[in-house]
């Protein structure tokens, strides 16, 4: 891993989907929709002041969004954005990738 890069995608780990599970009022309150499930499937990390973790999450059916939450050193977490396909999902093999939505208000 380069210095400030992502990782390599791994599968998730119930620490992940615990940060999914942190996180998902804010999921459903961006988006304007709950979903039948919030289920992550993939994650890279990056090193930042604390960790970033961009996860691939499943939403019900065929659809997944892509989730970037942010880790603080002190445990604190938020989400910082959201990757949707204007609601339609992205695709299961999307690669995740960093992408530099932060939508704190």
Do not use: W
């Amino acid at each position: 891993m380069l210095c400030g890069g992502t990782n390599t995608e791994q599968e998730a780990t119930p620490e992940v989907q615990a940060l999914v599970e942190q996180v998902k009022e804010d999921v459903i309150a961006t988006l304007g929709q709950a979903f039948a499930t919030l289920e992550a499937s993939h994650f890279k990390t990056q090193v930042v002041a604390g960790t970033n973790y961009f996860v691939r999450v499943h939403i019900g059916d065929d659809k997944y969004v892509h989730l970037r939450i942010y880790k603080h050193f002190s445990g604190s977490v938020e989400l910082h954005g959201v990757r949707h396909g204007e609601l339609g999902g992205v695709g299961a093999q999307e690669e995740l990738e960093y992408f530099d939505q932060n939508i704190k208000k």
